[in-house]
């Protein structure tokens, strides 16, 4: 019998799982399928935590629902029952910028006439259709991507922000290509962002709903969750795994024998053998395990950077709140002085995640704009956070509740030459016969992302698994 091996038992590791062990029982394989995580518990970053009737999100907070394999996965594991979408108030979001929350209106004039650009900056944006289009072959910056398209105030006020947002990273360093590459074809193929909108849109109109583009530069899709949480999914992978499947141990290192097989090392020196074994860990991870098996895979691993992050999670006492707070939450612009990158509203974002005398507020603080607050103590953290709810939301008295969750190696940031890294790395990995590499850390951060790789890796694993018959 085959024995398969996945080291990493978050999201991505519990998806492969899942689709290699259905993939190799549709197609009537015999192998065993073993997860190996070094934590007590399965799920990774993905983890909700009930607190005083508070759900906190301690890593990502829901998936766009306009990825069908997401929502077909959920389900197949007959959890899509306990799916939640997002609150219609989610659509309004927030930019802080000189004392004042502006709402990012999706009506191009209410957005123009919203004051949270200058006049010269509005102008500015109008410029972008005839700015020519990026022609040199090297990798691009989103900072310069976005002062070439549409201006600095624009870098600093939108696409910093969403930067932030998204990846908690530096536009300064983060490749284009790689971070939004809808929006790098956008460009490559209508020549400007405007241009691009303006075919869409009419698109629409003269096509189907359903076989129009979703959206112009973004990925479209309302938020989406469970009644009890993200975890509800790992958690529900991990049940269909099967508790007997999935091992607690650290694995250190990776040994290629002559035989064309692998052992596996842990840190307490018990060895695993393995005829194939998927990476599903971080990229600082990973570099570690496969550092005896190919240093040059091991170093080309190491250059993936991640930013760390930390997450607040605050109850406040509803009545007691001036605002209502209806909506998405907010960004900071670049310029701010506030060390906080965004706050969700996450009791309006959905129906059920405080009691109803209370709010939730979920604020993230660090990434590669303030590295340096993963040091701070949580006493400091703390005021830092209770500080920019005195200043944005005139929230002057103490929480019904806080805490404080840190990451210090949260997302991976993808920099300038990714694509040719991660291509790199495929083939070193791909010259390891029975080697498989999954994860976030090469083509997309979200949920989806992870659920789309660890199905395509899974696909080329049954490929190998029919090869070797």
């Given at each position: 019998?085959?024995?398969?091996?996945?080291?990493?038992?978050?999201?991505?590791?519990?998806?492969?799982?899942?689709?290699?062990?259905?993939?190799?029982?549709?197609?009537?394989?015999?192998?065993?399928?073993?997860?190996?995580?070094?934590?007590?518990?399965?799920?990774?970053?993905?983890?909700?935590?009930l607190?005083?009737?508070?759900?906190?999100?301690?890593?990502?907070?829901?998936?766009?629902d306009?990825k069908?394999?997401?929502?077909?996965?959920?389900?197949?594991?007959?959890?899509s029952?306990?799916?939640l979408?997002?609150?219609?108030?989610?659509?309004?979001?927030?930019?802080?910028?000189?004392?004042k929350l502006?709402r990012?209106?999706?009506?191009?004039?209410?957005?123009?006439?919203?004051?949270?650009?200058?006049?010269t900056?509005?102008?500015?944006?109008?410029?972008e259709?005839?700015?020519?289009?990026?022609?040199?072959?090297?990798?691009?910056?989103?900072?310069?991507f976005?002062?070439?398209?549409?201006?600095?105030?624009?870098?600093?006020?939108?696409?910093?922000?969403?930067?932030?947002?998204?990846?908690?990273?530096?536009?300064?360093?983060?490749?284009?290509?790689?971070?939004f590459?809808r929006?790098?074809q956008?460009?490559?193929?209508?020549?400007?962002?405007?241009?691009?909108?303006?075919?869409?849109a009419?698109?629409?109109k003269?096509e189907?709903?359903?076989?129009a583009?979703?959206?112009?530069?973004?990925?479209?899709?309302?938020?989406?969750?469970?009644?009890?949480?993200l975890?509800?999914?790992?958690?529900?992978?991990?049940?269909?795994?099967?508790?007997?499947?999935?091992?607690?141990?650290?694995?250190?290192?990776?040994?290629?024998?002559?035989?064309g097989?692998?052992?596996?090392?842990d840190?307490?020196?018990?060895?695993?053998?393995?005829?194939?074994?998927?990476?599903?860990?971080?990229?600082?991870?990973?570099?570690?395990?496969?550092?005896?098996?190919?240093?040059?895979?091991?170093n080309?691993?190491?250059?993936?950077?991640y930013?760390?992050?930390?997450v607040?999670?605050?109850?406040?006492?509803?009545?007691?709140?001036k605002?209502?707070?209806?909506?998405?939450?907010?960004?900071?612009?670049?310029?701010?002085?506030?060390?906080?990158?965004g706050?969700?509203?996450?009791?309006s974002?959905?129906?059920?995640?405080?009691?109803?005398?209370?709010?939730?507020?979920?604020?993230?603080?660090?990434?590669?704009?303030?590295?340096?607050?993963?040091?701070?103590?949580?006493?400091?953290i703390?005021?830092?956070?209770?500080e920019?709810?005195?200043?944005?939301?005139?929230?002057?008295?103490?929480?019904?509740?806080?805490?404080?969750?840190?990451?210090?190696?949260?997302?991976?940031?993808?920099?300038?030459?990714?694509?040719d890294?991660v291509?790199?790395?495929?083939?070193?990995v791909?010259?390891?016969?029975?080697?498989?590499?999954?994860?976030?850390?090469?083509?997309?951060?979200?949920?989806?992302d992870?659920?789309?790789?660890?199905?395509?890796?899974?696909?080329?694993?049954?490929n190998?698994?029919?090869g070797?018959?």
């Open positions: 019998m085959m024995k398969i091996v996945i080291i990493g038992g978050g999201i991505s590791g519990l998806t492969t799982a899942y689709y290699v062990q259905k993939k190799i029982a549709a197609a009537g394989i015999n192998a065993d399928v073993k997860v190996i995580e070094k934590e007590a518990v399965t799920g990774g970053k993905v983890k909700s935590i607190n005083k009737g508070a759900l906190h999100e301690w890593g990502p907070n829901g998936f766009l306009n069908p394999l997401t929502l077909e996965l959920c389900e197949e594991l007959g959890i029952d306990k799916l979408v997002s609150n219609d108030s989610a659509r309004k979001r927030f930019i802080y910028s000189n004392g502006y990012l209106a999706e009506n191009p004039l209410k957005f123009f006439l919203s004051g949270l650009l200058s006049i900056g509005r102008f500015r944006i109008l410029a259709p005839f700015i020519k289009k990026y022609a040199e072959k090297k990798d691009e910056t989103l900072a310069a976005a002062r070439r398209r549409l201006g600095q105030e624009a870098l600093d006020k939108l696409i910093a922000p969403m930067a932030s947002g998204i990846f908690a990273g530096n536009p300064e360093t983060m490749s284009l290509k790689a971070c590459p929006i790098y956008l460009e490559q193929q209508y020549g400007s962002l405007i241009k691009a909108m303006r075919q869409i009419k698109a629409r003269n189907d709903e359903e076989s583009p979703a959206s112009a530069t973004g990925p479209g899709g309302k938020l989406t969750s469970f009644v009890n949480g975890q509800t999914l790992t958690d529900s992978l991990a049940s269909h795994i099967g508790k007997e499947n999935i091992l607690n141990g650290e694995i250190c290192s990776l040994i290629k024998n002559q035989d097989s692998y052992t596996l090392i840190k307490e020196n018990n060895k695993i053998s393995a005829d194939i074994v998927i990476s599903a860990l971080p990229a600082y991870s990973a570099s570690q395990v496969f550092t005896d098996l190919d240093s040059n895979l091991a080309s691993l190491a250059r993936i950077k930013a760390p992050l930390i607040v999670c605050s109850s406040y006492e509803k009545t007691r709140v605002d209502d707070l209806d909506g998405f939450g907010y960004l900071l612009a670049r310029d701010e002085t506030i060390p906080v990158l706050t969700l509203w996450d009791s974002i959905f129906p059920n995640r405080a009691p109803d005398d209370s709010i939730l507020l979920r604020s993230m603080l660090g990434g590669a704009r303030h590295p340096n607050l993963i040091k701070y103590t949580d006493e400091q703390s005021l830092v956070v209770r920019s709810y005195e200043t944005i939301l005139d929230i002057k008295f103490a929480p019904q509740t806080e805490t404080i969750y840190r990451h210090e190696q949260a997302i991976p940031e993808y920099g300038v030459g990714h694509c890294l291509n790199e790395i495929e083939s070193s791909a010259s390891h016969l029975g080697l498989f590499i999954t994860g976030n850390a090469f083509h997309g951060v979200g949920i989806n992870c659920i789309n790789a660890a199905n395509l890796i899974s696909a080329n694993v049954l190998y698994l029919v070797q018959d």
